[in-house]
Nanobody
Framework: VQLQASGGGFLQAGGSLRLSCVAS??????????MAWYRQAPGKQRELVAR???????TYDDSAKGRFTISRDNAKNTVSLQAGSLRPEDTAVYYC??????????????????WGQGTLVTVSS
């Protein structure tokens, strides 16, 4: 199982961008529990930005509320993050995460937790 993230870049403060992440496996994906976006700024720990459950329940970090929107498409196994009103402090490597990815298997349920490779977002003042 792999996650492929895309959409990072360099932009001015106040701008917006959309990050996307798609999950894929050696076979069809049966389900994914929750999907999320984290970020890690230079010299800081990785932190949760937003999370969306399989039932659509959404959680945002306080710094993201009102500016970022997370969404998922279960049919396409994707999670996206629409980030707006960006600030220099949003500069970080953004990682997508998928929890309990289950593939169709005749061997029974096997679950995978996976991180995407990270995509850099740089916001200048």
């Amino acid at each position: 199982v792999q996650l492929q993230a895309s959409g990072g870049g360099f932009l001015q403060a106040g701008g917006s961008l959309r990050l996307s992440c798609v999950a894929s496996g050696s076979g069809p994906i049966f389900s994914i529990d929750h999907m999320a976006w984290y970020r890690q700024a230079p010299g800081k720990q990785r932190e949760l930005v937003a999370r969306v459950g399989i039932d659509g329940t959404i959680t945002y970090d306080d710094s993201a509320k009102g500016r970022f929107t997370i969404s998922r498409d279960n049919a396409k196994n994707t999670v996206s993050l629409q980030a707006g009103s960006l600030r220099p402090e949003d500069t970080a490597v953004y990682y997508c995460y998928a929890d309990k990815v289950r593939l169709y298997s005749s061997l029974g349920p096997i679950y995978y937790d996976r991180w995407g490779q990270g995509t850099l977002v740089t916001v200048s003042s």
